[in-house]
């Protein structure tokens, strides 16, 4: 293993930086586009950009602080023991792979991935079940540390804890680096976007992306047969939304005055919801100079297509 940078007391910031020299065990599932969550392109904003992505939730900090607790209970389960690795590291040959793993097995050339997730995810890990997102992240770890194997080990909040081991599959590796090397060469060493995947994450890194319009006018190329399909799937949703709203409908009618109804099936329920919202309207008419002072504008690009 090379390491890059020592992650013993490294600032949160500067390993932020060091992150985006390269591709992580993190980002190798959205760059395969397997990861649910992220996706390629938005690895690709985060790459090329000087904002430092430092993204944190409730979920995230205490996957984090339970790190020690899982490691633990893999010992216990297993018998072996583990170490930190407190580096990150590189692949020789393909110095754009970047490891900064949970844990390294002890006499063994093998690590552990630490997990935490919801009772209401459990079905993503039962059997011999491991998320796709979380396999790409191992066998990345793998090519990076050139192990024979890496180890997961999950918590399944008040509910279960088990443990997996992926042993080295050299084609899935290949396939993976193939596909990581090419992500950047081709499109974040040469700034080029990737290919959008149709994601809401796409939505918004292209529009952060291309955030301002010169006004120019360009003729419109080869893309004649996907705006007529555009058209179809527009038509296709209106009859989608019109159906469920019928259902929907129907079922409010039966409720009537009830707040639920269930049956072994199905549990529907109408409830009456109290939300307070700001009036605008009224301040700008009432208290104008109250509402210019504190008006902020912002600017969007407003996507529209129009049959000619």
Not at 3 to 23: A, F, M
Not at 149 to 168: D, P, T
Request: aromatic share 10%; net charge negative; hydrophobic share 35%.
């Amino acid at each position: 293993m090379k390491k890059l940078v020592s992650t013993l007391n490294l600032p949160k910031e500067e390993w932020l930086k060091y992150r985006k020299q390269g591709i992580g065990g993190s980002d190798a599932g959205a760059i395969c586009g397997l990861n649910p969550y992220r996706s390629a392109i938005q690895v690709y904003y985060d790459k090329t950009t000087e904002d430092i992505e430092d993204i944190d939730n409730e979920a995230m900090r205490q996957g984090r602080e339970m790190e020690d607790y899982v490691a633990r209970r893999f010992m216990e389960e297993t018998g072996k023991k583990v170490r930190r690795a407190n580096a990150m590291f590189y692949n020789e040959e393909n110095k754009f792979m970047l490891a900064d793993v949970d844990r390294m097995v002890v006499g063994e050339n093998a690590g552990l991935e630490c997990k935490t997730t919801s009772p209401f995810m459990a079905e993503y890990w039962s059997g011999d079940k491991i998320p796709l997102s979380y396999q790409m992240q191992c066998y990345h770890y793998m090519s990076v540390c050139n192990a024979d194997a890496w180890y997961v080990a999950v918590l399944i909040y008040g509910k279960e804890f088990k443990v997996y081991k992926l042993e080295r599959d050299e084609e899935i590796i290949a396939n993976m680096i193939r596909l990581e090397k090419n992500f950047w060469e081709n499109n974040v060493l040469k700034r080029i976007l990737p290919e959008p995947d149709g994601s809401k994450l796409a939505d918004s890194v292209i529009a952060e992306y291309y955030k301002e319009s010169t006004g120019a006018v360009i003729p419109l190329h080869g893309f004649d047969d996907k705006l007529k399909r555009r058209e179809e799937l527009v038509e296709l949703i209106n009859k989608i939304e019109t159906e469920k709203r019928l259902i929907e409908q129907e079922l409010k009618m039966y409720l009537g005055d009830a707040e639920k109804a269930e049956n072994q099936l199905f549990r529907v329920s109408w409830k009456e919801v109290v939300s307070s919202r700001f009036d605008t309207k009224a301040l700008q008419e009432q208290e104008p100079d109250v509402y210019k002072k504190y008006l902020k504008q912002t600017s969007s690009r407003r996507f529209m297509v129009k049959s000619a």
